[in-house]
């Protein structure tokens, strides 16, 4: 019998040290049941045991796998056609492959010039919507509104997360925003959900090329869902980022992000709850980054979940 010292998170969350009996690893058994994260491992003489030294080399290998494979950018955008997210089209930035982008990750800020004309075609044939409110703009403005949502799915450093986790999500945000049940639609008028979403595909991209993407469309707003940076329980973890009256030269401060995207972590439907709150207050205050925050939790408290949950907040001002 040996004893370790763990510790122990009660009922009502507070942690306390205590040292307990623990026969043959029992204990840590338990415990790995609440986690992925690597505990317990045991060790023998200086080192760890074999099988937990192969699953550790297993898990890293997959992480630099992740950062290094290719992105079927077609392939999603015929997933999300099917789908029915409408057209979709597919651009690139000025990196040229897989490694360049991974060493210059200024490259994968901007978008290459037949992109750009491809992006800039699609604003003029789509009809010009309402422009927004001089408050909506922000401080520094925005140009005339062509679509209110751009999302641009992309690589990032980890291609297998939007491959897997892009479609499902935009799912459960497009039901979200856009219920098909007639009392919904009576209540809230929302529209099709394509109607006012306009969906990218982008290769070889960073966080930032979705301010240009978003400014050439003339987007209200531009959601980014990207590969995050893989670890080692989270090869697949897919990132969130929303920029309010996308431009060039926008910063990461002015940016809302939700992490770790995926069934292991943040499910699809919380994500796409919390996306579209974020989206809703957004619109209210004409701004997003550290001055918008994310209290949806404060919200739901108190509220009836068809209102919150769903994002009502945003069909209630005639959007998606």
Known sequence: MVLDDIIVLNDIGVMSKQRIAARDGDVWARLRRFTPARIGLGRVGD??????LLDFELAHARARDAVHAGFDAEGVARELREAGFGEVAVVSSQARERMEYLLRPDLGRKLDAESR???KGRREGRESLQPMSAQQQGRHGAPEVCCKLAVVIADGLSAAAPMRHAVPLLGELR???????????????APGFAEHVTVVVANRARVALGDEIGELLGAEAVVVLIGERPGLSSPDSLGIYLTWAPRVGRTDAERN??????????GYAEAARRLAYLVSEARKLGLSGVALKDDSEVRVQGAGREDRVQGAGYREQGLP
Request: aromatic letters at 6%; one cysteine or more; charged letters at 20%.
């Open 257 to 266: 992000c939700i992490s770790n995207v995926r069934p292991e972590g943040l």
């Open 47 to 52: 080192s760890l045991p074999t099988q937990a």
């Open 117 to 119: 004309e491809r992006l």
């Open 175 to 189: 039901d979200s925003w856009n219920p098909t049940s007639g009392q919904n639609r009576a209540r809230y008028g």
